[in-house]
């Protein structure tokens, strides 16, 4: 059935059911004053029949209530995932700056977290307005009973429901607050787990740990204030029917009226109705209410930004070579000209692009895709293909992340593996090209992210190819088969625009395009010179084996990608133990507890107490029809009367305050228990080994982090207060019940274990549906992730069909689960209520069947208790398992505080290291029990320059990996006579400086990516930017930088470079350092730090073999051992050198 079906049969049941609600007390009313005695207005029969009336409505309006509960559901589902899958199509046509602007987390927790708001507005908005109808229906009906004296509890109604209201909306504009809050903790949380390893190795670990703490205590303070305005709601709403109540029986009797059986429970039950709207439905409706208000303002925010342009469908190529024309094409970025007004047309052949460190290159390709807005017109003959500077892989297959769509080709896919040099790699993988990658490749070395990013782009068949810098992250000899076959060979007869900092290709190009300062010019290479491989035969870059290439040919689904640990059964009791123990310990717990009975138990009295006064009114009014009203028992009566009603007045007063600085101090042991939870788990995780980043997708983690944590914090301390009120609730109706009549203690025993049965039952389910829930939220988070991070390459292949329907597979997956996870609660309620109905019938005919000398108030007692329990029990049986189930969230989070952690403890050495001499003895790696390291030994002396070389995955990061501890060894790594297993973790790595791979900013200020602990002066941090040449990019130390759109990739590695100098340690690494520079630039950088580190011991891992020319020693890395050491000129003048092989090919 359609949403646009489905409403109006929804909002139609809801009537029905509210008006089938109010037909029931007016017929306890006349089934309790049957008992009166003297009374004859009610005969025997009379009594059956509004016995029965009341029985079959209640009957009724069970079986009705869980069909409409079922289709309400089902509606807000529909349209929940109608809206995430609006805003997730939203999200891929967004711009890169409206992206950053708004911010990854923030899209994040709006599908993950916030847009359930909606489905909860749809299960309780209307609420709102029905409740403030059947409000005046029910006021209507009481005063039809009493008169006047109605407007008295009607008064304080008409008092605390704008009251309800205001709070409401405070409620959005702190929900607003708290979500801000929410969105920065995110997405400082997907920076960390993103960066990890660069934190790891600049021992950044405290500071983000701080960092975050701060995020979070921020957001806990805009949560907590967030419950004081629900507490509020909370308790008014809960104890507003008796305060009413209250009120009105006190005017009626002031007014010199007695009060009757008849009306008394006709009051009590109209007002258990609003007290059901007031306490439970009315405050969930006015929080969704504001919620939903939040969360609408901020999903226009996302509605609103900004769309990258409409890519054009290109002309088709006829008789036409392909072709790119720039008609006074210009770009504007924060008011920088990036490209001035360009007129050209590029034309078929291999294009370069070259120019300085944040010349524009990137975005000039970018231009050409579209992907940033322009002023001009620019017109494109073919159909285009597309490989990032950055390496974007997503979650599945090496064969999917290749294929990306497009049909299976054996022929071109054999091909495309050999000429991007993967046939090496595959065939050490154990699943081949089958082999799972993981969140941006993190399984996968930088050079192997490379290849098969430019795999994918050149798989697809395409007329013109943009190529942005994807050979930097190679080995030399690697990077110019890559170059010589695919670029120029197999990519003959195309059209190819490659964006290089290496000026070792320009020769062989057809045109060369320069772009400085935003000028552009075109120039054809008329001097072109043929690229030769010098034994290319004979690389190591060979074909797989016959078995290999069998294989890829088998084309196979992917496999699943996210896996979580999923415990089976209930939640172990020692969870329990745990949050309680995070929440403030036992004793406090435990003086909770007591609160709660003495609320319960001041509350049931004043039920006991209206029981007697009604029966002490009834005396009286007997005692004015008989005119002994003169008689010193009619006296005593009366002062008993005054008695009760001052009684009455103190607990009324006394249950109120109770009950706030009840619901102040659990919801206060709520707070502490999620801030410890997080604060632990949050360290943990960053001190966690790299093993556990390697083994867990950020999707899986930041599941944890968003909706788990977002369960603890904001829905569980109100599932757990609902749960303690209504267990102490439903033990004191039992309670109250059986003082009337004990016998009501058999079948309300019976009745109980029923219900405790049909839990277990339930939670079987339950649980295991709650876990499966959050297992497929993981993927649909982590595949978020990914397509946001990947745009322009998903929109250069025009792949977002293909994305959007992977999404919509995730979303469908987890829908189901949830659909049935509420439809398993549904089945409990309905088997629940048919029992408690059961109940109702029994504690009737007992009464009608059996007369006897039991009070009118008793009898009117133990019938609206039974009702009371009816609502009661299936509500809070369904809501403690509820509560069990969410508590699977604080189960998963404990899981991550367990998390195997790095080794910290250890000594610090004074002065050390002081020399910068490093020994490794024998030492072994082991990356999935493959060795990437074999038992290694070498000797690297003080301040002696060191070059690593060798193949992509040849173990030359895994060297670097080990000296920063970040993995388990076999084996010694010692510095100045001091192994380092020996050291404190922290100390270690604070004393060895890292210029990585991967180029990593964190967000905040420049300042805080060059000295993020603070410890240098301004003046320190204006000369290192002086030092790294970005004097004239950087303008101010304290503005706020966009870490993806702010600077290139070059810029970032000199931002890198200067965090370095200014740390002054012993040991320098260099991890592919220049990969991403010019050779301008590279040059440049190595006058900087051979000025800068000449005293310092330096090991540099390198592409560019020139660059480790001037070096003391090289280290020859294949296959995880050093199989040459020695110095450069030595290893070149012996012609059987492998470094010599390799140095020949470049």
């Not at 749960?723 to 109250?736: A, H």
């Amino acid at each position: 059935m359609g949403i646009g079906k489905l409403a109006p049969m929804v909002q139609g049941r809801q009537i029905l059911w509210y008006l089938l609600r109010l037909s029931v007390p007016e017929a306890l009313g006349k089934l309790v004053s049957y008992f009166s005695p003297g009374q004859t207005a009610v005969t025997k029969e009379d009594a059956y029949y509004y016995a029965a009336t009341v029985i079959i409505l209640n009957l009724v309006n069970f079986i009705y209530t869980q069909n409409y509960l079922i289709a309400l559901t089902e509606f807000g589902i529909r349209i929940r995932t109608a809206i995430c899958s609006f805003i997730y199509r939203k999200a891929l046509k967004m711009t890169e700056k409206s992206l950053t602007d708004i911010s990854m987390g923030k899209i994040v927790t709006l599908i993950t977290k916030d847009i359930f708001a909606i489905e909860m507005i749809i299960l309780f908005g209307n609420d709102i307005w029905i409740g403030l109808i059947q409000t005046a229906l029910i006021c209507y009906l009481i005063y039809g009973k009493i008169g006047v004296a109605a407007f008295a509890g009607v008064g304080f109604f008409l008092i605390i429901l704008p009251l309800q209201i205001v709070i409401g909306r405070m409620s959005t504009l702190f929900r607003l607050k708290t979500s801000k809050q929410t969105d920065e903790r995110i997405q400082l949380t997907q920076e960390i787990l993103s960066t990890i390893k660069t934190i790891k190795m600049y021992a950044w670990e405290n500071f983000f740990c701080d960092r975050i703490s701060q995020s979070r205590k921020k957001e806990v303070n805009s949560i907590f204030k967030l419950f004081l305005l629900k507490i509020i709601i909370i308790v008014i709403g809960g104890l507003s029917a008796k305060i009413a109540f209250y009120l009105l029986i006190m005017t009626h009797v002031w007014m010199g009226n007695y009060i009757t059986a008849e009306v008394v429970y006709f009051i009590k039950s109209c007002f258990h109705k609003l007290r059901h709207l007031l306490s439970i439905m009315l405050p969930l409706g006015i929080t969704f209410g504001a919620e939903f208000s939040a969360t609408s303002i901020r999903m226009k925010s996302i509605l609103n930004a900004e769309e990258a342009p409409t890519s054009r469908s290109p002309i088709e190529i006829s008789t036409k070579d392909p072709a790119i024309i720039f008609n006074k094409v210009s770009v504007t970025t924060r008011g920088v000209d990036i490209i001035k007004e360009t007129t050209m047309e590029l034309k078929k052949g291999l294009n370069i692009v070259v120019g300085h460190v944040g010349s524009g290159k990137s975005t000039f390709l970018k231009t050409i895709l579209e992907d940033h807005k322009f002023d001009g017109n620019l017109t494109i003959y073919g159909t285009l293909s597309y490989a990032s500077q950055e390496p974007w892989l997503f979650p599945s297959t090496i064969k999917q992340n290749i294929l990306f769509g497009e049909k299976m080709n054996h022929e071109r896919y054999r091909k495309v593996l050999e000429i991007c040099a993967l046939n090496q790699d595959l065939k050490g993988f154990s699943d081949c090209d089958d082999s799972l990658v993981g969140d941006n490749g993190v399984n996968l070395s930088k050079g192997q992210q490379a290849r098969v990013n430019l795999a994918r782009a050149v798989y697809k068949e395409a007329d013109i190819y943009l190529l942005d810098d994807c050979l930097a992250a190679l080995d030399g000899h690697v990077s110019d088969y890559i170059f010589k076959e695919c670029i120029l060979d197999f990519l003959k007869g195309k059209m190819c625009v490659f964006v290089s900092n290496s000026d070792d290709y320009v020769p062989s190009s057809d045109w060369i395009i320069n772009i400085n300062d935003g000028s552009i010019k075109l120039n054809e290479n008329t001097k072109k010179v043929a690229f030769e491989l010098v034994n290319n035969k004979e690389l190591a870059l060979t074909k797989c084996n016959d078995e290999i290439v069998e294989k890829i040919e088998k084309e196979s689904e992917a496999k699943p990608i996210y896996k979580e640990d999923k415990k089976k059964g209930k939640v172990d009791i020692a969870t329990y133990r745990k949050y309680i123990s995070f929440g403030g310990g036992y004793f406090l717990f435990g003086f909770i507890m007591v609160m709660f009975v003495v609320v319960q138990s001041i509350v049931s009295y004043s039920d006991k107490l209206v029981s007697n006064w009604v029966t002490l009114e009834q005396n009286l009014s007997n005692f004015q029809m008989m005119n002994m009203t003169n008689t010193s028992i009619f006296i005593e009566t009366e002062s008993q009367r005054t008695s009760i009603l001052n009684l009455y007045t103190i607990i009324i007063v006394s249950s109120t305050a109770l009950s706030l600085m009840k619901s102040l101090t659990f919801f206060s042991f709520n707070r502490k228990a999620s801030i410890n939870l997080h604060k632990v788990m949050i360290q943990k995780i960053i001190n966690a080994k790299m093993t556990f980043f390697d083994s867990h997708f950020i999707g899986n983690v930041l599941n944890r982090f968003s909706k788990d944590l977002c369960t603890i914090d904001e829905h569980l301390p109100f599932v757990m207060n609902e749960c303690f009120e209504l267990l102490f609730i439903m033990f004191g109706i039992i309670f109250l019940v059986a003082t009337v009549n004990a016998i009501f203690l058999i079948p309300a025993s019976i009745f109980f274990v029923i219900a405790y049965l049909a839990r277990f039952v339930y939670l079987r389910t339950g649980r295991s549906l709650q876990r499966l829930e959050a297992s497929t939220r993981s993927p649909l988070i982590g595949h978020l992730n990914a397509s946001l991070e990947g745009l322009t390459t998903i929109r250069a292949f025009k792949a977002q069909q293909i994305i959007k329907d992977e999404f919509d597979r995730h979303q469908d997956l987890y829908t189901s689960v949830n659909y049935t996870l509420h439809n398993s609660m549904r089945a409990l309620a309905f088997v629940l209520d048919m029992m408690c109905s059961l109940f109702i019938i029994i504690v009737i005919l007992r009464f009608l069947i059996f007369e006897d000398d039991t009070t009118v108030g008793n009898v009117g007692l133990a019938i609206t208790q039974a009702f009371h329990l009816t609502g009661l029990l299936q509500y809070g049986i369904r809501r403690w398992a509820d509560f069990e189930n969410q508590m699977t969230s604080v189960e998963r989070v404990l899981q991550y505080t367990e998390v195997e952690q790095e080794k910290q403890d250890g000594k610090t050495v004074k002065d050390w290291p002081h020399d910068g001499n490093i020994t490794y003895d024998k030492v072994a790696l082991k990356y999935n029990d493959r060795k990437v390291l074999n038992d290694i030994t070498f000797t690297i002396k003080p301040q002696q320059k060191i070059g690593v070389v060798g193949r992509t995955g040849a173990g030359k990061s895994s060297i670097i990996s080990t000296l920063f501890r970040l993995y388990d060894i076999e084996g010694n790594v010692t510095i100045d006579g001091v192994d380092t297993q020996d050291l404190a973790l922290h100390f270690l790595r604070s004393n060895i400086a890292i210029i990585p791979q991967d180029p990593v900013l964190i967000s905040g200020t420049i300042r805080d990516n060059i000295d993020p602990l603070n410890q240098h002066k301004d003046d320190d941090i204006w000369k290192i930017i002086k030092i790294v040449k970005l004097e004239d990019v950087v303008t101010n130390l304290s503005d706020k930088i966009d870490v993806n759109a702010t600077f290139s990739a070059g810029q970032k590695q000199l931002i890198c470079l200067g965090r370095a100098i200014i740390r002054r340690n012993k040991i320098v690494v260099l991890d592919e350092a220049t990969a991403n520079l010019d050779n301008e630039t590279d040059s440049l950088i190595r006058n900087v730090i051979d000025e800068n580190f000449a005293l310092c011991t330096v090991i540099t891992i390198a592409h560019r073999l020139a660059s480790v020319l001037a070096s003391d020693v090289v280290m020859v890395v294949d296959d995880g051992r050093i199989v040459e050491q020695d110095e450069p000129k030595k290893l070149l003048e012996n012609k059987n050198s492998l470094f010599f092989e390799m140095i020949k090919q470049t």
